[in-house]
C-alpha cells in the first residue's frame, strides 16, 4: 500500500491525533522470547505507551490508521507554501462569469467557445508582455 506522505513524523503526529480524540493509545502485550523477526529491544512505540520492541514511525497499523483517517479527510495537512501544482484554485461552486472586461467595455460570453477565444488572446499579450 502506498501511503499518503505529510510534512511530519508518525511521532510529532501522535499527541495531535491524541488531542484531537483521533486514535487512542493501545496497550501492548510484552513480547517474551522467542522475539518476533521485527524485535527491536532499542526501539519503543508512543502509540504503546513506549512498550519496547517496534518503534512508532514503523508500526504498520498505526499507518493504516493515519492513511484512513487521510481519505476519509478527517486528517488534512496544511500546505507550508502555497503550490499552484498542489491546489491550483479554490472550490469557487457558486461563482459563474458572464461578462469578461475588454477594451471599450464588457463583453458578454454566450459559450465556452467565446470564453477560449478570449483565454487565448490573454495569453498572447501575457506573452507579448513578457510575462511568462
Not at 514511525?57 to 500546505?79: G, P, R
Not at 467595455?105 to 454566450?110: A, K, N
Request: overall charge positive; some cysteine.
Amino acid at each position: 500500500m502506498n501511503f499518503t506522505p505529510f510534512p511530519m513524523t508518525y511521532i510529532e503526529l501522535l499527541p495531535d491525533l491524541l488531542k484531537n480524540s483521533l486514535v487512542v493509545l493501545c496497550p501492548a502485550k510484552v513480547v517474551q522470547p522467542p522475539y518476533p523477526r521485527y524485535y527491536n529491544p532499542n526501539a519503543k512505540c508512543e502509540y504503546h505507551s513506549g512498550e519496547i520492541g517496534h518503534s512508532t514511525e514503523n508500526y504498520q497499523a498505526l499507518k493504516y490508521k493515519v492513511q484512513s483517517l487521510i481519505d476519509s479527510k478527517w486528517l488534512t495537512f496544511q500546505e507550508q507554501k502555497p503550490s499552484v501544482k498542489q491546489n491550483p484554485l479554490s472550490g469557487h461552486t457558486s461563482s459563474t462569469v458572464n461578462a469578461i472586461m475588454k477594451e471599450g467595455g464588457p463583453i458578454l460570453v454566450r459559450s465556452i467557445h467565446e470564453m477560449k477565444k478570449l483565454m487565448n488572446e490573454v495569453f498572447e499579450a501575457i506573452c507579448q508582455a513578457g510575462l511568462f
